[in-house]
């Protein structure tokens, strides 16, 4: 009877551990993928969709995600091989680009299709002019980043010289950038949601600019390997893009209520109406694109806002480090399954 209850017990605890094994460790034949974000933002909920929608679990991949703050601490994860896929600004790999690397970096699918952040104004008139910002204090963005050189774009487009017209401050880390505001530095700050909207929340301002649509289409932030990942992981990179063109497609398809029920999981801290707030802004002025391609009006505007920066050494053509193959097919086959 003792040996029996012995046995029993040993089957038990067996059951229980591949119970527990199965439940963590997900299907053992998926590949694994490691994602390192730039940041944490609703500026980038279809990558969120594709994780909470198990649209990349449907293609076979285990996709682990991480946030690396700062695009030179992202490329040199990804460079050094410690992940395997980097969502960043596509200026980044026209950065290696220019260096000469070796083994250069390719943007395959891209994610936003706009520049995210908007101009805050800590005293807003009732109706806005860009002449306002003349002889402000501007608490701006890191210099050579997408978000300062949109700005950059926006703000000379408007008659401004960011160097002459305006106090600005580019001194200020990213991650601190709103709480420098919130403490009362600067009339004018460069926000991206949701800290746009807490901030119109509390009484701290409100929005009165958007820099995505003054800046125009652009490969904002975009899905990247290096070279070689690519040539040896192309199976791997082809599912990786079809789950996100699934996930563009229904971030298209759904209410930004149904979109902040889908990555509320990965904001916890955030408010719910707050994440709704974020994402109609950011689907009112189509930030999300709709598929991954990269085409060449978005990449030329690329060029043109960097060059207008001055950290473009040369224009870089989009075939010599855009990869638009992954992202074609993966339109093309969600295409043919939904005859949209």
Same mark, same amino acid.
């Given at each position: ?13 067996? =059951? ?60 040199? =994860? ?31 699918? %891209? ?36 978000? %300062? ?40 700050? %460069? ?143 969600? =295409? ?5």
């Amino acid at each position: 009877m003792k040996r029996r209850k012995k046995l029993s017990l040993s089957f038990l605890i067996i =059951a229980l551990c591949f119970s527990v094994l199965a439940g963590c460790g997900g299907d053992p034949s998926s590949v694994k993928v490691k994602i390192g974000e730039v940041t944490r933002s609703v500026f980038y909920a279809p990558e969120y969709v594709a994780l909470s929608q198990n649209f990349f679990k449907d293609e076979g991949l285990d996709v682990e995600l991480q946030t690396i703050p700062g695009g030179d601490k992202t490329m040199t =994860a990804l460079l050094s091989g410690a992940i395997d896929v980097a969502l960043v600004g596509s200026e980044t790999s026209i950065y290696v680009s220019q260096q000469g690397a070796d083994d250069p970096v390719i943007n395959f699918a %891209q994610l936003t299709q706009r520049d995210g952040t908007f101009l805050f104004a800590r005293k807003a008139a009732e109706q806005f002019n860009w002449d306002d910002v003349k002889g402000s204090v501007f608490l701006g963005q890191r210099k050579g980043g997408m978000p %300062q050189m949109a700005g950059a774009f926006t703000l000379k487009h408007k008659g401004i010289d960011p160097a002459k017209d305006v106090n600005l401050i580019q001194n200020i880390d990213f991650a601190n950038i709103a709480g420098a505001f919130a403490s009362g530095t600067g009339d004018y700050v %460069q926000l991206f949601e949701p800290q746009a909207s807490i901030f119109e929340r509390e009484g701290r301002g409100s929005v009165v600019a958007s820099f995505g649509v003054e800046s125009g289409y652009l490969p904002y932030t975009v899905f990247m390997s290096k070279k070689s990942y690519i040539s040896k992981n192309g199976d791997t990179v082809q599912k990786f893009t079809n789950a996100i063109q699934r996930a563009q497609a229904w971030v298209k398809d759904h209410s930004p209520e149904q979109i902040a029920d889908a990555v509320l999981p990965y904001f916890d801290k955030t408010d719910r109406d707050i994440v709704i707030s974020s994402i109609k802004r950011y689907k009112e002025q189509d930030t999300y694109a709709t598929d991954p391609i990269i085409d060449n009006k978005e990449w030329n505007n690329l060029l043109d806002v960097m060059e207008n920066a001055g950290e473009l050494k040369e224009r870089i053509p989009v075939d010599k480090i855009v990869n638009n193959s992954f992202a074609e097919k993966a339109k093309d086959s969600l =295409a043919s399954q939904t005859g949209k």
